[in-house]
């Protein structure tokens, strides 16, 4: 998105850059196989995921659904804090 100002143009290099630094890191950290997936299909299976937040004896443990199209995998971005539950909150 160029702009007429040097500054406002850097701006969002930089944040362009940072977004897509980030999004390889946690492809890499994932899997093997989303390593060197695309923006798209990382977005699909590892950012938006339809799931609920919910609390059960003072642990935060995380709802998916029970028919998600991926395979449900403790990965190494889900920390031993919370919990994966593959079970139908709706």
Do not use: Y
């Amino acid at each position: 998105m160029p702009s007429g100002k040097f500054t406002s143009s850097a701006a969002w290099l930089v944040l362009a850059s940072i977004a897509f630094n980030l999004s390889r890191a946690i492809g890499n950290l994932a899997s093997a196989d989303l390593g060197k997936a695309r923006s798209r299909t990382l977005r699909r299976k590892l950012i938006i995921v339809r799931a609920r937040i919910a609390t059960l004896a003072r642990k935060i443990i995380l709802l998916l659904p029970a028919h998600w199209p991926t395979p449900i995998q403790a990965s190494p971005l889900e920390s031993g804090r919370e919990e994966v539950r593959a079970r139908s909150p709706w």
